[in-house]
Each structure stands twice: as structure tokens, then as C-alpha cells.
């Protein structure tokens, strides 16, 4: 028996794969708990399309992102200014949240949560990693400098 797998299978296949099982495991447990449905042609020319459209989806967001990291590799380095203590250590650290902020004044919303950045606890240039997607990151350069008394 033929069947499309609506969901992951251990030691069967992935979802949207199409596969060929027993008739009792197909009828008796695959198709009544909805993990997998029969492959017939018109399901099969369902799955073709329903790929193909998430394939077109998926290239729009790389593309997105692509675009997006051409604009934020062209930007000047930022300047994070913080306060220093008379040995030259700062009070705290420079984190992604910072960076965040900084870029926002910039006008590009980047969420926080994709942007990595070891805490930096000296003053002096870093560097900071945007990952847009999973294919696609940037590095963004940023200046520390201690606060005027």
C-alpha cells in the first residue's frame, strides 16, 4: 500500500514522503491516527503543488534576507557608548540588546533574539552576527567608547 506521510515516522520516513507499507499497518494504525494518508493521483499532484508552492515561498524569504544583509552590510559601525570605570573596564557589558537598539535608531527593527554577540566587557571594535535565515548572516561591526565624565 502506497501512502503520504502527513507527519515524521520513526523508522518509516519524513513528512511529505511518499512511502510503501503493509496493508494492515497502513489501514489499521497509519491512516487512523491521521499520520498518513492514502497515495492516490490526485494526492500525489496535491503534494507536487503543495511543494512546489512552499518551494516558491521559501525562496522569497531567502531573498528577503538577502536583501535585507545587503542593506545592513553597507551601514557605518555603530557606536555603543557606556560607562567605563578609571582601569578602562566597563560597568556591565555590551550585549545583543544593545545592538539592537542601535540598529533600531537606524531604522532597521531587528529582533534581539538573532543576533549574536559574545558580551563584550572591553571598550575597542567588535563584531556582531545578524542571522537572517538559516542560509543568510551578516556580520555587523561596532565601536565600544567610554562615556565623557
Keep these: 500500500m502506497e501512502l503520504i506521510l502527513k507527519e515524521n515516522v520513526h523508522g518509516l520516513g519524513y513528512k511529505d514522503d511518499i512511502v510503501t507499507v503493509k496493508d494492515g499497518y497502513g489501514r489499521n494504525y497509519l491512516i487512523p491516527t491521521g499520520k498518513a494518508v492514502i497515495a492516490s493521483v490526485s494526492a500525489k499532484k496535491m503534494l507536487a503543488e503543495e511543494l512546489k508552492q512552499r518551494a516558491h515561498k521559501l525562496e522569497k524569504i531567502k531573498n528577503d534576507a538577502l536583501a535585507l544583509a545587503e542593506k545592513l552590510a553597507a551601514i557605518e559601525p555603530i557606536t555603543i ?36 554577540v559574545k558580551d563584550v566587557k572591553s571598550i575597542g571594535s567588535h563584531q556582531a552576527t545578524v542571522k537572517l535565515h538559516k542560509e543568510v548572516s551578516v556580520e555587523i561591526p561596532f565601536e565600544v567608547v567610554a562615556e565623557e565624565a
Design 81 to 116: 557608548v557606556t560607562k567605563v570605570s578609571a582601569t578602562g573596564a566597563i560597568y556591565g557589558s555590551v550585549n545583543n540588546l544593545h545592538i539592537a537598539e542601535e540598529l533600531g535608531k537606524r531604522g532597521f527593527e531587528i529582533d534581539r533574539k538573532i543576533i549574536a
